[in-house]
C-alpha cells in the first residue's frame, strides 16, 4: 500500500514529461497492478496463514479439551471404580468379620452343649449309680429278710430232731459196765 502511493504520484509527472508516447507511463502502469496483485497475493497468504494458524490453533486447543475431558473422565471412572472396590472390600470384611463372629458362636455353642452333655451325662452316671446302690441295699435288705424268714422256717423243723434225744439214754450200757468181773475171770483162767 505504501508502495502504490508514490506510484500514483509519480504517473501523471512521468505522463506530463514523456507525453502521450507513454511507455514510461505504460510501464508504471503495468507495475502499479502488479505490485497491487503482490500485495493482495501476500495479503491472502498472510490470511490463509492467519486462517490455518487458528484453525492450528483450534484443533490444538479442541486436542486439549479432549484430552483434558478424557483424563477427567478416566480419573472419575478411576475414582468411581476404586470407590466399589472399597465399598467390596468393606463389605468382605463385614462378611468375613460376620462368618468370623459365627464361627466363634457355633464354638461357644458346641462347647456349652458339650459340657452341659457332660453334666448330664455324669449326673446321670451318679444317678444310675444312686439307683444301683439302692437297688443293691434293697436287693440285700430282701435277701436278708428271705433269709431271717428260711431260718425262720427252717427251725421249727429241727424241733422234732431233739426228739431222739432218748438215744442217750443207754442206761442199760452202763450196766453192762460191771460185766468186766467176768471178763476178768475170763482173763484169770487164761492167765
Do not use: C, I, R
Amino acid at each position: 500500500v505504501a508502495k502504490e502511493a508514490p506510484a500514483k504520484k509519480s504517473a501523471p509527472k512521468k505522463a506530463a514529461k514523456k507525453g502521450p508516447s507513454g511507455y514510461d507511463l505504460t510501464t508504471d502502469m503495468n507495475v502499479l497492478p502488479a505490485a497491487k496483485v503482490d500485495a493482495e497475493e501476500k495479503a491472502a497468504e498472510k490470511a490463509v496463514a492467519k486462517n490455518n494458524a487458528e484453525e492450528e490453533k483450534a484443533k490444538e486447543k479442541k486436542a486439549a479439551e479432549d484430552k483434558a475431558f478424557k483424563e477427567k473422565q478416566a480419573a472419575s471412572e478411576a475414582a468411581e471404580k476404586a470407590k466399589e472396590e472399597k465399598e467390596l472390600a468393606a463389605k468382605k470384611a463385614e462378611a468375613d468379620a460376620k462368618a468370623k463372629a459365627d464361627e466363634e458362636a457355633a464354638a461357644k455353642k458346641a462347647d456349652a452343649d458339650a459340657k452341659a452333655k457332660a453334666a448330664a451325662d455324669a449326673e446321670a452316671a451318679k444317678k444310675a449309680e444312686a439307683e444301683a446302690k439302692a437297688k443293691a441295699a434293697e436287693e440285700a435288705k430282701a435277701a436278708k429278710a428271705k433269709a431271717a424268714e428260711d431260718a425262720k422256717a427252717a427251725k421249727p423243723a429241727p424241733a422234732p430232731k431233739p426228739a431222739p434225744a432218748p438215744k442217750p439214754a443207754p442206761a442199760p450200757k452202763p450196766v453192762s459196765v460191771p460185766a468186766p468181773t467176768p471178763t476178768g475171770v475170763k482173763g484169770d483162767g487164761v492167765g
